[in-house]
Nanobody, 116 residues
């Protein structure tokens, strides 16, 4: 079983920044990909950003140029640096790990609230 623990959420004014962290219970180098998803009020969960085993990254159009995903394999940690936050970024942010057997693991989520 894989444990993913997120941290770094909080309350911020529009234009502000936050950095989310996700610590995995095993080496993140063993996963096919890791990423961040979010679920806003009354919305479905959506992809925010992913980083693959080869360090290739992918971003939702809505966050390109503002968010950056990165990883520290030695610390088993994936980060999401969020700059230029907007009220529409308000959501619960979930860490995700995808195994090579196509199994998805999820963290418990961390709330991000952006005020206008």
């Amino acid at each position: 079983q894989v444990q993913l623990v997120e941290s770094g959420g909080g309350f911020v004014q529009a234009g502000g920044s936050l950095r989310l962290s996700c610590v995995a219970s095993r080496s993140i180098g063993t996963f096919r990909a890791m990423g961040w998803y979010r679920q806003g009020p009354g919305k479905q969960r959506e992809l925010v950003a992913t980083v693959g085993a080869g360090a290739d990254t992918n971003y939702a159009d809505s966050v390109k140029g503002r968010f950056t995903i990165s990883r520290d394999i030695a610390k088993n940690t994936v980060y999401l640096q969020m700059n230029g936050l907007k009220p529409e970024d308000t959501a619960v942010y979930f860490c995700n790990a995808k195994s090579w057997a196509y199994i998805d693991y999820w963290g418990q989520g961390t709330q991000v609230t952006v005020s206008s």
